[in-house]
């Protein structure tokens, strides 16, 4: 193969990597919509990076094809240069999927999940009937959630009672009165 034949293939593999790029920023990420992520997910936020990120691929496509161009350019042929390129697209794209992973794994998402509710005291807006549904709003920091709620015993509870939510099932919490509880809604030194 010739040193021209070679330099050519590195620098068109450099440019669809670079190309590939500028696509991927331009249009989002590609693979994302086919969930072609190589695991490595972070679990906090909805959204996870991946191995087969398209920006990592990019990125490795460039480098491989333009350190593979600098290889052939001081002349150390075609195996040596292929590896120069591996080695750097394994480090470059390495570097955008650290960067990226620790970006994604420092998401967090602002709402609050039925599960965070459990254990959490909240107030009756809407009375709660015996055997029916009634309505209650809690506040998370910033957040007011407001969700169907009745009772495991079928109790009555009128609106503007302060009631502990034990549990979720299906589409609603259930929910106890604080009377019997054990559970204060002030700490003793209130």
């Known amino acids: 193969m010739t040193e021209f034949t070679s330099l050519l293939i590195f620098l068109v593999v450099g440019s ?7 696509f991927s920023l331009v249009i989002g990420d ?16 909805d959204g996870h990076f991946g191995v087969l990120d398209s920006r990592v691929l990019s990125v490795f496509l460039t480098a491989l094809g333009g350190l593979g161009a600098i290889g052939i350019q001081f002349g150390l042929g075609f195996v040596l240069s292929v590896l120069l390129g591996l080695a750097g697209g394994v480090v470059f794209g390495g570097v955008v999927f650290a960067f990226g992973y620790l970006l994604y794994s420092q998401q967090s998402s602002s709402s609050v999940s039925e599960r965070d509710l459990i254990g959490r005291t909240a107030k009756v807006v809407v009375g709660i009937l015996p055997g029916s549904v009634g309505q209650i709003s809690c506040t998370v920091g910033e957040e007011k959630v407001e969700k169907l709620a009745r009772t495991r015993d079928g109790e009555k509870i009128e609106a503007g009672a302060i009631v502990l939510i034990e549990d979720v099932t299906g589409d609603s919490f259930i929910v ?15």
């Open 30 to 45: 590609i693979f994302e919509a086919f969930d072609l992520d190589l695991g490595f997910e972070s679990d906090s936020g």
């Open 16 to 22: 669809l990597g670079f190309l590939f790029l500028v």
């Open 176 to 190: 106890s009165t604080m009377e019997g509880t054990g559970y204060s809604l002030f700490s003793e030194s209130d």
